[in-house]
């Protein structure tokens, strides 16, 4: 009786450890594909006006499949990766915007995502259930690159709005309020990126939560 105990024990922490090494295995896949489609043309869908980013789609899927906590590590590594951008001058915009100020650039590449990923990560979590589960997956895959357009949009002019640059930009689709100048700026390809988003992230994500046998 002893020995069946022992060996039951011994049994359940073997599970847990492999459980918990599948968890940080698979996150380190989704920030892997983050940080590839980050840095290179796979990130993006060209268009004959519009260069739509994809970047979210890892981050969303990390949500989905894996779990809030992997959600946020993969949009915590998606921000830190655009602010890198803006040190190394590969984001123009941001880097520029970093000689003004470097801590409105992190709150707007990194704490914006954050946010992002934080909220979507638990927005699915909350819905993941009775009619919505598989609607759920649709949702997270829109939700998320909205969201990321709205916060790092709203961090931008919250920073950045009365500066010379951004004024510039302002009066180049002569907007006349920062929520003018949003719509004007990103309102369309926020748009098409949600729609992107919500197809490709969601049915992704109902897919392999299917081969992968998640709840």
């Not at 049994?11 to 847990?16: A, C, D, H």
């Not at 994809?54 to 590590?73: D, E, F, K, N, S």
């Not at 949009?153 to 180049?172: K, P």
């Amino acid at each position: 009786m002893e020995n069946t105990s022992s060996l039951s024990q011994k049994t359940s922490q073997s599970v847990g450890l492999n459980k918990k090494t599948q968890y940080m295995v698979e996150t380190a896949l989704m920030i892997a594909v983050v940080l590839i489609m980050g840095n290179t043309i796979l990130g993006t869908i060209p268009t004959p006006f519009l260069k739509v980013s994809i970047v979210t789609v890892p981050v969303a899927l990390a949500a989905m499949l894996i779990g809030p906590g992997a959600g946020i590590i993969c949009g915590i590594v998606f921000g830190l990766n655009s602010f890198s951008g803006a040190l190394t001058g590969a984001s123009g915009m941001l880097s520029t915007l970093f000689t003004i100020s470097p801590l409105g650039v992190f709150i707007t590449a990194v704490v914006a995502r954050f946010l992002d990923a934080a909220l979507v990560s638990y927005i699915f979590k909350a819905i993941h259930k009775g009619v919505l589960k598989q609607a759920s997956y649709f949702i997270a895959g829109a939700l998320m690159p909205l969201f990321n357009t709205v916060f790092f949009m709203g961090a931008l002019c919250l920073f950045f709005y009365n500066t010379d640059y951004v004024q510039n930009l302002v009066n180049t689709y002569n907007a006349t309020n920062p929520f003018s100048f949003v719509i004007a700026m990103v309102g369309v390809q926020a748009t098409v990126e949600a729609v992107i988003g919500c197809l490709l992230a969601g049915s992704v994500g109902l897919v392999l939560s299917k081969v992968l046998h998640r709840a």
